[in-house]
């Protein structure tokens, strides 16, 4: 979105035909730049959105969540969500992907295209954008523990298709922490993750700088059972985390801040998410500023996805989640998301159908063109009970946040925020049980529908298939290059270089993930979780 561009329409009226002013401010007055008292769009500490225009001068990147079985298959999927007007693509990689296995490994058996797109090799990655301009579409990959990789694939497959580096925009997940605060698909010890995260920084400053080299993600930790206060706050002390281990790095904070980009959950509390979602870009307007010393206003402004809560959507009567997550949607709008995903009514069944998939597209372009909620921006803004728990939400994860800096920070502090974590979900399941939260279909207003018997199937020979496929493409490829390429990558792991070119280069010679991600245990070792009982 263009901080000053032109707005979408030349006015804004309502039904009545009175213009509407871009926000407004205390009285229901619009307030000249500098003068409105809880900062105006644009301003620091942008509490009410981060461009001065928002949504008035472009909608929000349309997202949607999708990856299933081979490359080939989810390709297809992409091409009608493009036809149905979807903005911006989000890949879901599948289990082995995550964890760094190529479809032939042992360990990925039954697991190969399951709950995401299997990518092991070149031709995957190229199979999986076959017709869709990487110049012109914005690519977010959910993948953490093997981001470095999967950027490096996405690199190579633009190069070879005419397309400079400098001209891709997306996002590589690349949180690492939330991992192992909530998730559980890392791979390599906290130490070398960080390094190749800031490694990845490094590099896409200098090559990719359209790219969110990261975003840092309060989703998994809401889906978890955290609070909306524990969310802001665990996500911005990773964030704090992220920032200073690329300090160490060597580099500046105003170069590569403007890069980082955030995942939030939004929940189905519309008010309460709202108020989150501007506490959390206050409050990170002013660790930025005030610890870090940022100077560029790019890097002090919190740009967020949100993804509408999958732990809230019910396998009991899936058709009410389409109003549930149409209200999460909502949230994220009124509380200034620049990207969405809006989940399908029967992903608590099964990976989504393309009917349940068009209908939570249908929900984020009626908000958006009908819903008049985009005209105004911060339209909630200066209600008394945002703006109160605004305030609470920030203080209360600035409590956490000097909790954690005690602690030595979030590495040190994993297995406090999973405590915190896991006490939150236990009162909520005990309110659930006890019908102190009323959850509709679950606890109260239930019937004995049976589920729907058109749910998504994923072909279950996928992972004979692609693993077959692998083993072509090992036998076809340039074997002494191929194995000069992983030598390479192995020394410079057991030194100081960045790994990015390296991992770039072992991409060009036809390696394959599994093969990188094997050479890089060897040297890393892997994480192994400590339990207390």
């Not at 955030?262 to 509390?269: E, G, I, K, P």
């Not at 996805?305 to 709008?333: F, Y």
């Not at 191929?482 to 100081?496: T, W």
Request: charged fraction near 25%; proline fraction near 5%.
């Amino acid at each position: 979105m263009s901080a000053t561009g032109d707005e979408r329409k030349p006015r804004f009226l309502t039904s009545w035909g009175t213009p509407l002013e871009r926000v407004y401010g205390p009285g229901g007055v619009s307030r000249p730049v500098g003068e409105d008292p809880l900062g105006g769009p644009g301003e620091f500490p942008y509490t009410r959105g981060v461009h001065p225009t928002m949504y008035r001068g472009r909608f929000w990147t349309m997202r949607q969540y999708a990856g299933f079985g081979s490359a080939a298959e989810t390709n297809k999927r992409y091409r009608v969500l493009l036809e149905q007007g979807q903005t911006g693509l989000s890949v879901a990689f599948d289990l082995p992907t995550q964890m760094g296995y190529d479809p032939d490994a042992r360990l990925a058996r039954g697991e190969v295209g399951r709950v995401g797109v299997s990518i092991a090799s070149l031709e995957d990655m190229q199979d999986l954008f076959e017709g869709i301009p990487l110049d012109r579409v914005s690519t977010s990959m959910t993948i953490n523990a093997t981001a470095s990789v999967l950027l490096a694939l996405y690199i190579v497959v633009a190069r070879r298709g005419g397309v400079a580096t400098d001209r891709l925009s997306g996002t590589v997940q690349n949180d690492i922490l939330k991992e192992y605060i909530a998730r559980g698909t890392y791979i390599f010890p906290p130490g070398p993750s960080m390094r190749l995260i800031t490694d990845v920084f490094a590099y896409c400053k200098q090559h990719v700088p359209r790219w969110n080299t990261i975003s840092i993600s309060g989703y998994h930790m809401r889906e978890a059972g955290s609070t909306a206060v524990q969310e802001v706050a665990f996500t911005l002390a990773n964030a704090i985390a992220y920032v200073r281990a690329a300090q160490e790095a060597g580099l500046t904070i105003d170069e590569f801040a403007p890069q980082l980009s955030f995942f939030f959950n939004a929940h189905n509390n519309l008010v309460e998410e709202v108020a989150k979602f501007r506490a959390a870009r206050r409050l990170w307007a002013r660790i930025m500023r005030d610890r870090f010393g940022a100077r560029d206003p790019r890097a002090m402004m919190l740009r967020f996805h949100a993804q509408t809560a999958g732990s809230m959507l019910t396998a009991q009567q899936p058709e009410n989640n389409i109003v549930r997550v149409a209200i999460q949607a909502l949230a994220a709008v009124l509380g200034g998301c620049q990207s969405l995903h809006t989940n399908s009514m029967d992903e608590a069944l099964a990976l989504p159908t393309e009917a349940a998939v068009r209908i939570a597209l249908r929900t984020q372009q009626i908000l958006a063109y009908e819903s008049g909620v985009a005209d105004t921006i911060d339209p909630l803004g200066g209600a008394f009970a945002v703006e109160r728990l605004t305030r609470e939400i920030e203080e209360g994860a600035e409590a956490y946040i000097r909790t954690i800096d005690d602690l030595g920070g979030s590495v040190a502090a994993i297995p406090f925020m999973q405590r915190e974590i896991q006490d939150a979900a236990y009162r909520y399941q005990r309110e659930v049980e006890d019908k102190a939260r009323i959850v509709v279909g679950v606890n109260e207003f239930v019937t004995d529908d049976p589920p729907p018997v058109d749910l998504f199937q994923v072909d279950p020979s996928i992972g004979g298939a692609l693993a077959d496929r692998l083993q072509r493409l090992r036998a076809a490829r340039d074997r002494d290059r191929a194995e000069r390429a992983l030598d390479a990558l192995e020394r410079g792991a057991r030194g100081r270089a960045n790994l990015m070119p390296l991992i770039v280069d072992a991409i060009d010679a036809a390696v394959t993930l599994g093969e990188i991600c094997d050479r890089l245990r060897a040297v890393f070792g892997a994480h192994a979780p400590s339990v207390t009982f």
